[in-house]
């Protein structure tokens, strides 16, 4: 059984003080490593690019035309739906970690990672998604690797999302190499 009294963790007295301090903070408590503003900056470039993609994918969704447009559309609709989640998620921590979420529409494509680009056949869009799908993959594994161990539950939430990136990343493949 561990002992509390000469391990490395704080005291349970310790921690019902602390807790008390800064009430105020919500789920920020004295214990939190990370740059708090670093890293809701870090999730507000995120929810952009997150929002950016809803954007891409529906109009991608409703442009998908001719024979071999179902499937894609169907991913794409999908893939939608996916990344609103994925905006619903970065915006819910940013609040808990007591920012603001920002969507503003104007800042949107300027914050994002990944760039809006219509693309006009379907071999284009497929295209376009793959590259975004594939810029995403490359910020949020970075982000991980910022955060460490400094934040463990943004770190999960990024973990989760880089996750599924990857299947987008792969579903976008698969149909790119079918056209
Ligand atoms: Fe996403
Ligand atoms: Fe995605």
Avoid: W
């Amino acid at each position: 059984m561990l002992n509390l009294e000469t391990s490395q963790l704080t005291s349970v007295q310790d921690l019902r003080a602390r807790a008390r301090q800064n009430v105020d903070q919500g789920a920020v408590t004295e214990g939190y490593n990370a740059d708090r503003e670093e890293i809701i900056k870090l999730l507000n470039g995120s929810l952009a690019t997150e929002l950016v993609c809803v954007l891409r994918y529906k109009r991608h969704y409703f442009m998908a035309s001719g024979l071999k447009a179902s499937i894609a559309a169907d991913e794409f609709l999908e893939h939608a739906e996916q990344e609103a989640e994925h905006a619903d998620k970065l915006a819910e921590r940013i609040v808990q970690l007591g920012g603001e979420p920002e969507f503003n529409p104007d800042l949107l494509s300027k914050n994002s990672h990944a760039q809006y680009v219509a693309g006009n056949t379907l071999k284009e869009m497929v295209y376009e998604d793959l590259v975004a799908e594939r810029i995403a993959i490359d910020s949020y594994r970075e982000i991980i690797q910022y955060i460490g161990d400094k934040d463990p539950t943004t770190r999960r939430i990024f973990e989760d999302i880089l996750a599924q990136e990857e299947e987008h990343a792969d579903d976008m493949a698969d149909i790119y190499n079918a056209l």
